[in-house]
């Protein structure tokens, strides 16, 4: 028996304090909720749980940013939506002004009424806003120009994509334009060929127009709503230098610069596989065709250009609704994904209550018999005095 190391108080003192230290983590669990709190609980999985709140934090904004996404295009559609109200109208006034009851007076102020109606489309370009972006005039929309003219001078004035063509990009392409009855110039047939990302896009229309007529629109719809290659054009031209060229007509060439495409970020990381990019068309009379028609001289062909008009925005719509499933299934997966990963951090991170409280039950107790244990060691020494009598 020795009295200057007391080894059975010693054991019983570390096991205490071991004990003590296992309680203050099990009370950390119970307080906070979670088995990591400190760096030493759990390094590997504080660096990997760390990493997840990162991605899910991405995971929210991406979801944010899908659904702000779908706002703006759903503000677009409306925009269409009213521009096909406006064509619809002028059209009915077209019909209206193809009869032959209408005198000169009666012409001229449908023709008045539907050039408040266009300058209506044009004032709904520049006035169709989301966020201070403004989406149909033409900023998230490739632009056609005329390169050149062959065998008649200045005889295509001017190329339009469509209100539907915003993603088109055709490197080069070129119009042929032949007027099928030269000495009363009243009928041209346009034709036009082209290769957008491999895919030929090729159409053909027929006109009829007034031999006074100094400039008119051939449009040429091409595709069918939500068809990416939809590739529609509105090609301006005078119809006295077609004839003036004869039976073979005009050609001229002209390109397609794409433009800049609204960019949405719906994932949480780098990556094309993470940006979705919509092109809204420019929709202006212009574009749909409607810039120079005018019942008073030809009413047929003010109902013929409506009814294309019509087309374009209906393709165009068609295009945004695709754009809005694709964001709606994009975030459908977004969801998905942050409940999963949540649910995994979880694993990683939450504290197993009901584990907690039954070893933090244990740990009391242990706690509770080391003291005792601590008490009888302590008291083992004084038996030397018995031996000293």
């Known amino acids: 028996m020795i009295i200057n190391t007391n080894v059975p108080a010693l054991f019983a003192e570390n096991a205490?304090?071991?004990?003590?230290?296992?309680?203050?983590?099990?009370?950390e669990e119970l307080s906070t909720g979670y088995q990591i709190n400190s760096p030493a609980d759990n390094p590997a999985g504080l660096a990997i749980a760390t990493l997840?709140?990162?991605?899910?934090?991405?995971?929210?904004?991406?979801?944010?940013?899908?659904?702000?996404?779908?706002n703006l295009?759903?503000?677009?559609?409306?925009?269409?939506?009213?521009?096909?109200?406006i064509v619809q109208q002028i059209q009915q006034l077209a019909v209206q002004a193809s009869s032959t009851t209408n005198s000169t007076q009666d012409l001229n102020d449908i023709q008045a009424q539907i050039n408040q109606?266009?300058?209506?489309?044009?004032?709904?370009?520049?006035?169709?806003?989301?966020?201070g972006l403004t989406l149909m005039d033409g900023a998230y929309s490739?632009?056609?120009?005329?390169?050149?003219?062959?065998?008649?001078?200045?005889?295509?004035q001017a190329v339009y994509l469509g209100a539907d063509s915003a993603d088109l990009s055709v490197s080069s392409a070129t119009i042929t334009i032949?007027?099928?009855?030269?000495?009363?110039?009243?009928?041209?047939?346009?034709?036009?060929q082209a290769v957008e990302n491999g895919v030929t896009v090729a159409a053909t229309v027929s006109l009829t127009f007034a031999s006074s007529a100094s400039m008119i629109t051939a449009q040429l719809v091409n595709g069918t709503p939500g068809d990416s290659n939809a590739g529609s054009f509105s090609v301006e031209f005078n119809p006295a230098s077609v004839a003036a060229a004869g039976s073979s007509g005009?050609?001229?060439?002209?390109?397609?610069?794409?433009?800049?495409?609204?960019?949405?970020?719906?994932?949480?990381?780098?990556?094309?596989?993470?940006?979705?990019?919509?092109?809204l068309g420019k929709v202006t009379a212009n574009t749909l065709g409607l810039s120079n028609i005018n019942v008073v001289n030809n009413a047929q062909y003010a109902i013929t250009q409506a009814q294309q008009a019509l087309s374009m925005l209906t393709n165009a719509q068609g295009q945004i609704g695709a754009q809005m499933d694709q964001l709606n299934y994009t975030i459908q997966n977004l969801q998905t994904?942050?409940?999963?990963?949540?649910?995994?951090?979880?694993?990683?991170?939450?504290?197993?209550?009901?584990?907690?409280?039954?070893?933090?039950?244990?740990?009391?107790?242990?706690?509770?018999?080391?003291?005792q244990a601590l008490a009888g060691a302590n008291a083992l020494p004084q038996l030397v005095l018995k031996l000293l009598g």
Do not use: H
């Open 250 to 279: 005009v050609s001229g060439e002209f390109t397609v610069n794409v433009g800049s495409p609204l960019q949405f970020q719906v994932g949480p990381t780098q990556g094309t596989e993470n940006v979705v990019n919509a092109y």
């Open 178 to 192: 032949q007027v099928a009855t030269s000495a009363t110039v009243d009928t041209a047939t346009v034709s036009l």
């Open 142 to 156: 490739g632009a056609a120009s005329v390169v050149s003219n062959i065998g008649g001078t200045n005889a295509i």
């Open 52 to 70: 997840m709140q990162g991605e899910l934090g991405g995971l929210n904004e991406a979801t944010n940013n899908a659904n702000q996404a779908t």
């Open 337 to 371: 994904e942050n409940t999963n990963l949540q649910a995994a951090r979880a694993t990683i991170m939450d504290a197993n209550m009901a584990q907690v409280t039954s070893q933090f039950a244990q740990e009391q107790i242990l706690e509770q018999t080391g003291l």
């Open 117 to 131: 109606l266009i300058s209506q489309l044009n004032s709904n370009a520049k006035s169709i806003n989301y966020n």
């Open 16 to 27: 205490l304090q071991q004990t003590a230290t296992t309680m203050q983590t099990l009370q």
């Open 73 to 85: 295009l759903t503000t677009a559609n409306g925009g269409i939506q009213n521009d096909v109200q």
